[in-house]
């Protein structure tokens, strides 16, 4: 017998064995993207990137909670992210983190996590679906620090070992801090509804209340829930502080809602106002309950509501003049109503009769409703008849969805360096007294001012004067005051160089959704004077918080949801901006002082009116 054959046979063997035992483990395990980590400094242009891997299952539809990360049937792989250098280093600098394939039948989803995979979800792509092929995130290491990132990819609709994604992570530029105007900042006060009408119960509850100034009588329209307030404000500014009077003036047809909606129309004429229409909205899924009045509420008419087809949450009410050719004849300016589906569409309808009916919606992200997140802000209108509606997320970036035919056809236009956000953002748009289209007769378009709550953690501006074209002055202002996280933007502009932003912010880092977030939330207020070159930031409510832990923005009502989605912003015609924030009875207990169970109203002293004018 040959043994030395028979030992060099078995090796053999022994060899293939353990070859096809390593195979087999590929092919039930899977492996890890190739390569499996890598690094990246804060360095404008620097790149990592990688592949995932082609032998993974398919079957996490649902999203990261479907993920199987071992075994067989694994069909989520994961990338090492270490960020590198200290917080400050990326100071004005966001890591883009994207995933893309080719065939739009096969769906990756994205989610990135501090650390590893049980950490916290830092960013995540908008998971669309098909037939994107793409996801898109940004990271803040600033706000979230440096050190580990896990990227997640799940396979939500893919044919193994087909079209397998790429990944890359690049340097963007992100938002630097706002430079700081010179001069006094403006003050503030608090103004409450009579012991009366809190007895009765009015002007509590405010959930997702709004705000709007009738530029005719001066009088500031207020709704909160299925109240509708009417406040009056004693001029003379007594030493006691400004008074006001609060009046209910509800639309007799208001019913319990999904959502109230207030607008006031006031037009861009400061000198002798056109219109003075309010509209108070309730949201009954597919479309809204809505009446309208031109005298403050004494008298109202029912609405159709609003068009169809149209999205079931999340209505809001804009206007504005019509854009060429177009001429008012019923009423001088056009009506939209703006509404959301649940997912990613949303659509506009454009009345021109006051808002008594509507034409029918038009879906308002077209064809990249797939990279879009549904939910959108206030829509307003330029003097010029261009409509501005803002979006949170398409393409993970704050994006500026603009119509320049009055509502026919929409051009998404976002802002670099803006990242997402978990609240809606904001427009607004000056008077065009600069921005306009020159020449003898120059007619004006209006300065555009974006607000945003980039990443949850910045107080974000941008300015364009192209309609949303391009941008500048793109800065984070609440690093003026050491805001570290960020809720509910919303930004009222008057001439081109003044704008006014409030925001719900804390000096505390940390999510917005936790509920156990351990900081204050004040309401700030930052305005400009230079068209969004410097800025001053003033905090409206220094000695009476609005909220205590955390503020929940992901829909639904669970314990600590008690400030709803949004607050609002308005300015009358003599240059006094008003803003409100409000708070839920149920909620006393988490407030600095014994009245926090009221609508709250803040506007600024006409006694700084020199100093600070917005129009």
Known sequence: MNTRANHTLWFFVICIASLMIVSATSIFRGRAASPSSGTIAATLGASTAWAGDPTLATGATGG????????????????????????????????????????????????????DLSGQVAASGTNGGQPGTDETAYLDPTNMGVGLYTVHVAYAVVTPGQDTYNGTATVVPGL???PSGSGLSPRFQNHYPQQSLITAGKGLDAGEPSIGADWKTGKVMYISDLTTLRVTFDDSCPANAQKSTWEDKSAPNNQESLDPILFTDHGYNTATPQVARTFASQLTGQDSLTSFTDDDGDNWTPSQGGGIPSGVDHQAIGAGPFHAPLTGVAYPDAIYYCSQDIVAAAFCARSDNGGLTFGPGVQIYGGDVTNCAGIHGHPKVGPDGTVYVPARACNNLTTMVVSQDNGVTWTLRSIPGSNTSHSDPAVAVGRGNVVNTGGLNPQPIGRVYAAFGSGDSIAGVSVSDDRGATWKNSFDVGSLVGIKAVAFPAIVAGDDERAAYAFLGSTTAGAPDDKAFPGLWHLYVATTADGGSTWQVSDATPNDPVQRNGIHLGGGSPPHRNLLDFI?????????????????????STFATDDAGSAELNCRSRRRRREADLV
């Not at 917080?87 to 080719?102: A, C, E, F, T």
């Open 176 to 178: 630097t801090p706002a």
């Open 568 to 588: 609002g912003i308005d300015l009358d015609n003599d240059c006094q901006a008003v803003r409100r924030q409000t708070f839920a009875s149920s909620q006393r």
């Open 64 to 115: 990261e909670g479907q993920c199987i990360d071992s075994g067989p049937a694994k069909n989520c792989d994961s990338y090492a992210l270490n960020v590198l250098g200290n917080q400050s280093d990326w100071n004005g600098k966001l890591i883009q983190v994207r995933v893309d394939w080719n065939l739009g039948s096969h769906d990756y989803d994205l989610y990135i996590h501090k650390g």
